[in-house]
């Protein structure tokens, strides 16, 4: 290892850990003696292959990665589901940059990128799962100290709207209307609508009911209950929480 001037730049030289001649150029003295310092101290801790790791782009990464770990590991049906993710969300954007180069704000970046493009929130989650386990290998390799992409985040995943029971009134509503019909299905139907409506599933509290259709929901409700119940064929404990006057 060495610092010598050469044709107006000064060059640190030194042998990487494969023993081959290496030389960087700088424009101050005092930087590239910097540098032969940091060399030195690599050496002598036997981590001289640290100043080329990551230097391969992530595209070239992807490829080590794909025959030492994901051939090994993976099953067909995941690997075929990563790569389509690769080859389609992930490559064309970042396949360029070195490892050491990537950044939680690449990261970010990109799924804004993905964004903007329309891809669903579902898909760029499981995008940047493929990508952080790919970085991951990364990192457990030596290429680079951490990964990146486990910083960048996401939107949380909506809530499913809950489903609003309907009120005793308009379900009566309802099964008056298919028991006027003249048709064989029409008493069916009504049973139908009675059994969805009334379970211990679907049921609603009446106490949480709109309290501006209590009085109108409780009393149809009950009359209803009371004159259709053997028509219906549904059970008289389900009739019964149906017809509840609510409070």
């Known amino acids: 290892m060495s610092v010598h001037q050469d044709r107006g730049k000064w060059k640190a030289k030194w042998r990487d850990a494969t023993g081959r001649q290496r030389a960087k150029s700088f424009d101050l003295k005092r ?3 910097d540098w032969d ?3 030195r101290r690599l050496s002598q801790r036997g981590e001289l292959a640290q100043l080329d790791a990551g230097t391969e782009t992530l595209a070239e990464h992807v490829e080590s990665w794909w025959r030492m770990y994901a051939a090994q ?11 389509a993710q690769w080859d389609k969300h992930i490559e064309p954007h970042l396949g360029h940059i070195r490892l050491r180069d990537l950044d939680a704000q690449i990261v970010q970046s990109w799924l804004a990128d993905l964004a903007d493009l329309g891809v669903g929130l579902d898909t760029r989650k499981r995008s940047k799962a493929v990508l952080s386990g790919v970085v991951e290998r990364a990192v457990e390799w030596g290429r680079i100290p951490s990964n990146p992409v486990r910083v960048a985040k996401l939107p949380a995943s909506r809530r499913k709207r809950e489903v609003q029971p309907m009120p005793p009134s308009i379900v009566e ?10 048709d ?3 008493l069916r139907n009504a049973t139908l609508v009675s059994v969805h409506a009334y379970s211990e599933e679907h049921a609603a509290d009446p106490r949480q009911q709109d309290q501006s259709s209590t009085a109108d929901g409780a009393a149809t409700g009950t009359a209803a209950c009371r004159s259709q119940r053997v028509a219906d064929g549904v059970r008289a404990s389900e009739r019964r929480r149906a017809c509840v006057p609510k409070e």
Do not use: I
């Not at 590991?73 to 790569?83: D, I, K, Y």
């Not at 309802?174 to 019909?181: P, T």
């Open 31 to 33: 930087d590239a003696k």
């Open 37 to 39: 310092a940091h060399v």
């Open 73 to 83: 590991t993976l099953g067909e049906r995941t690997r075929g589901t990563h790569a």
């Open 173 to 182: 509503s309802l099964r008056h209307q298919l028991l006027l019909r003249k």
């Open 184 to 186: 064989p299905l029409g």
